[in-house]
């Protein structure tokens, strides 16, 4: 079990900068998640920690050791990768002891380690085949006791969900999820699918263009988020450009977006009245009375239901806007063409800088910030 | 991840900094240092010995030496028209439609296109020669056939050899188009008709081109055929040679200018070929490979007559010599009756020649795997600085034809540091770096299919860089090194343009011999000789096609 501290770091290809100014602390036995977009330079991240990327500038420690000198191969990181990577010349057994004996371990020390990482991904009784003959699914559970056998420092995991149906991706991430527990060992993992990253994470770090945007836990990125680029990275968001007006009291305040009259959470020291405003399709109230604020209505444009909930696309004075009703019932999801209203309680709505894009938090309590 | 081809090379020297600094050391030894002779003797005066361009001037002014450019690019192209107007139809009617022993058609195509490069050329003598059986049998009957030494000659020995170079490509591409994109073209209307003509031949242009050029730089550098069969008709590589060799006026300045223009033809060619193959972007999206028609009636007839009439046609040259090996001989002169006197001969008479031909392919081809591997992993892994700038070095031998390379090696290799002139390494050491750049570029190419990420996990579960090239890169290149080492053993076998130059009496190898044997009409000899070289040639093919699942077609093409 070993941190890992990212100082500094910075790694350009050729002109481009890949990573810039990343700055990071992974606790022993956290479940990390580096989340972006792609390209967004979160795999060069991984890569580097692994030792297949030299950064440009910046350190990385494993633990008190600082490793910027530290050949890959003597990292001792064990790396799931996203296409497998599964040696095709090699049976299960042979791959899953390959690491075992380049360290040299005694024959039934390594029958017994394969044994248990096998044992663990729940491939027992598959160690002669040979991976032309698992699964897509198997050969990534044959990648995981691989890297586990070795009983490395940490765990680095590249995609490995994204060459998977979604079925069996559901299922191996909670599996995995569970062995990291289970070992209690770091684990670094990498991932552009924002669901995956809330549901596997003890703390996520989102990534954009190569800088960090926000480090925090599944909770605060989704309802806190930093900036405009994490708001609309993680989850659904609806936007809207606005100006400030005049207080509306009680660390409120008054917003015009377009033909839009909105009372917003007040924020601290903005640098000037134009903003702009997200919510969360599933913060709009299906019910609007007349002690709700900010009542909207419009003409449904769209509708689609979805199981659980139904979405609409409403037209709002000619502003889109994306909706949830939780659990519909019969004849509760529009048709499109029909009118209909909901309101956008003010501590829902939350207000970005309208030039930068950072988060203008309020003044008082955080919006949304606990339990309801 | 895109930026993985940008792989940062590792800031510590590990073993691919020394195969590096050895492929350096090879190439400036081997290929820099023969040809930097060859450019200052074409730029240097035969009378004053100043730096000078009378060798280019006199070039440029004599009808002579301008004839033999002419003749070059005149025999060039009309061999190159000939393997599309062969190669095409043959590609197309064995991959789309059912024809019977199609696989068989395809065995023998590409026996020819890699027997020994001048067999085809003295088999024509024997038939169509001065005395030669069918031009014999024709007068009988009292059909006069014009005279098969020139131009007419080399075209017809040449085509017949390299059009398969054109049907290999052309067929690759034709199998590898996806079916729905000649579904989609018929499903929007277009007759099947239109649809070859507008989507499915433009899809396999590149690949026409492509064939089409190798054809035309093989003609432009063989040696052997206008050697054999073109009389007095002199191309730019037999010019080399005789301005090189002849006792009369032995004239290396002028050989080696006559060598730089064909190295710059060359360069030219394989320019244009690496343009059009960099087109050839189509195939990537295979989803439903293309099927095999059967085809009814007359167009069935039809087909199979031009699929096996051209296979046929470069086959004879093959049956012929063959047939020709088991005659009587009495020294040069054919007598009735069959026999292994000539084999006989052979092995009693010069066994030595055989024997040398195995001991230096084979050690040229353990050269070529290793060395080739080793380079070819550097290439495709590790683009460092260095690495760039080695790369296309070892790209010069495909377009230096071995005349030239012999002619370089004479001269660099007749003094001191390295007096190899007359030595087994001299021959080995031509065959090796005459096929190093398709080795190179072999071992690169199945590079490019393994995953890195295969690589990067041995590394990140703790093996260094070269246990993990040993344990997990090696295997699964093995296959394509395997099939790759027996396709260079078979030119190995077979060169014969750059060890002309430089064997002696105890380094003879095979195709020297057969050469030889043309030139003094023992036929006997050199068919037995020839069918020696074509059953080993074709064992070869046997093997790789055991070992690879794949034909020698997808191998030729490969390299």
Redesign the interface.
């Known amino acids: 079990m070993t941190s890992i501290r990212i100082v500094d770091l910075e790694k350009r ?2 002109a481009t900068k ?1 990573l810039s100014d990343v700055n990071l602390v992974i606790e022993k036995g956290e479940f990390f998640t580096l989340l972006g977009p ?1 390209g967004c330079g979160k ?2 991240l991984l890569r580097t920690i ?5 950064q440009d500038r910046g350190e990385v420690w494993l633990g008190d050791e600082r490793v910027d000198e530290v ?9 799931v ?3 497998y ?5 090699m049976t299960v057994f042979e791959n899953v002891a ?2 075992l004996r ?2 040299k371990l005694s024959k039934a020390d390594i029958d017994r380690r394969v044994a248990a990482s096998l044992k663990s991904v729940h491939l027992e009784g598959y160690e002669k085949r040979t991976p032309d003959q698992l699964s897509g699914g198997q050969q990534q559970r044959v ?1 995981l006791a ?2 586990m056998a ?1 009983e490395p420092r940490v765990l ?1 995991f590249d995609e490995p969900l994204s060459n998977l149906d979604a079925k069996l991706r559901v299922e191996m991430r909670d599996e995995i999820r569970a062995v990291q527990k289970q070992l209690g060992i770091t684990a670094v993992y990498v991932t552009h699918d924002q669901e995956e990253a809330l549901v596997v994470s003890d703390r996520i770090a989102v990534i954009s263009a190569g800088r960090v945007q926000q480090i925090g836990a599944p909770w605060d990125v989704y309802k806190d988020p930093a900036n405009l680029f994490v708001a609309s990275f993680v989850g659904k968001v609806n936007l809207l450009d606005a100006e400030l007006g005049a207080s509306a009291g009680a660390g409120l305040r008054h917003a015009r977006a377009g033909g839009l009259d909105l009372v917003v959470p007040d924020p601290m020291n903005p640098s000037g009245n134009s903003v702009k405003l997200a919510f969360r399709p599933e913060d709009a109230v299906e019910d609007p009375s007349a002690e709700n604020e900010n009542v909207l209505a419009g003409i449904v444009a769209d509708s689609s239901f979805l199981g659980a909930v139904a979405s609409l696309d409403i037209d709002c004075s000619g502003k889109r806007l994306v909706i949830e009703r939780h659990r519909p019932r019969a004849g509760e999801v529009p048709p499109p063409g029909s009118s209909t209203s909901f309101a956008v309680p003010p501590r829902c709505l939350m207000v970005f800088d309208g030039a930068t894009g950072e988060r203008l938090r309020p003044a008082t309590s955080s919006t949304d910030g606990g339990w309801k | ?1 895109s ?1 993985r081809s ?3 090379a ?3 020297a590990d073993i691919w900094t020394l195969v590096t600094l050895g492929g350096f050391a090879l190439v400036i030894a081997f290929l820099v240092y023969p040809l930097a002779d060859v450019f200052r003797y074409s730029f240097t005066d035969k009378e004053t010995g100043v730096l000078s361009l009378s060798n280019w001037a006199e070039f440029l002014s004599k009808k002579y030496y301008i004839r033999a450019f002419l003749n070059s690019m005149f025999v060039s192209l009309t061999i190159t028209f000939f393997s599309v107007l062969l190669g095409v139809p043959l590609a197309f009617f064995t991959t789309r439609y059912r024809i019977r022993g199609s696989a068989l058609l395809n065995t023998v195509a590409v026996l020819a296109l890699l027997s020994p490069p001048f067999i085809g050329a003295y088999s024509w003598i024997t038939m169509l020669g001065r005395n030669g059986f069918l031009r014999t049998a024709l007068a009988s009957v009292g059909i006069q056939l014009p005279p098969i030494y020139g131009a007419l000659g080399i075209i017809l020995a040449d085509s017949l050899q390299y059009y398969p170079f054109v049907t290999l490509m052309t067929a690759g591409a034709l199998t590898t188009i996806d079916r729905s994109l000649e579904e989609a073209s018929e499903n929007l209307g277009a007759s099947s008709y239109r649809t070859f003509f507008r989507v499915t031949l433009p899809l396999v242009l590149p690949s026409v081109t492509g064939g089409a050029l190798i054809s035309f730089m093989m003609s432009l550098s063989n040696f052997g055929t206008p050697m054999i069969i073109g009389g007095n008709f002199l191309v730019l590589p037999t010019l080399a040679y005789n301005l090189f060799t002849s006792e009369i006026a032995e004239r290396p300045g002028m050989a080696s200018t006559v060598s730089l223009i064909l190295m710059i033809c060359a360069a030219v060619v394989i320019g244009l070929q690496q343009w059009a193959s960099s087109r050839r972007k189509y195939a990537s999206m295979l989803v439903n490979r293309p099927i095999r028609k059967d085809l009814g009636g007359l167009s069935s007839v039809l087909a199979h007559l031009v699929c096996y009439a051209i296979v046929a046609l470069s086959a004879l040259p093959l049956a012929v010599v063959v047939f020709f090996s088991f005659k009587n001989t009495n020294g040069p002169v054919f007598v009735p009756g069959f026999g292994l006197e000539s084999y006989r001969q052979i092995f009693f008479d010069v066994p030595k020649t055989v024997t040398n031909s195995f001991l230096y392919s084979f050690a040229a081809v353990v050269l070529i795997a290793s060395v080739g591997t080793m380079l070819g992993f550097v290439v495709a892994r590790r683009r460092t600085l260095a690495v760039k700038f080695l790369d296309p070095l070892l790209m010069i031998p495909y377009i230096v034809p071995g005349t030239v390379l012999g002619i370089g090696y004479i001269v660099a290799f007749n003094r001191k540091p390295f007096m190899l002139v007359g030595t087994a390494t001299i021959i080995v050491m031509t065959y090796f770096i005459r096929r190093l750049p398709y080795s190179v570029r072999s071992a690169a190419s199945i590079l490019k299919q393994i ?1 890195p ?2 690589e ?10 070269g ?2 090239f040993r ?2 890169t090696l ?2 290149m093995k296959a394509g090194i395997v099939s790759g080492a027996i396709m260079s053993w078979v030119t190995s076998m077979n060169e014969l343009s750059a060890s002309i130059l430089l064997y002696v009496g105890r380094t003879m190898t095979m195709p020297i011999k057969v050469y030889l044997s043309v030139l003094d009409g023992y036929f006997g000899t050199a068919s037995a000789m020839s069918t020696i070289l074509l059953v080993v040639t074709g064992i070869a093919l046997y093997l790789v096609n055991r070992w690879t699942g794949k034909s020698g077609a997808s191998v030729v093409v490969a390299a």
């Open positions: 290809f050729g890949a792609s795999t060069t692994a030792g297949f990327y030299r050949p890959a191969y003597k990292r001792d990181t064990g790396m990768f996203q296409n990577a599964v040696f095709p010349h390959y690491g380049v360290r990648g691989r890297a070795i680095l | 991840m930026a940008l792989s940062s590792p800031r510590r995953d990420a295969l990067e996990a041995g590394i990140n579960l703790g093996s260094p860089p246990r993990t344990t997990v295997p699964l």
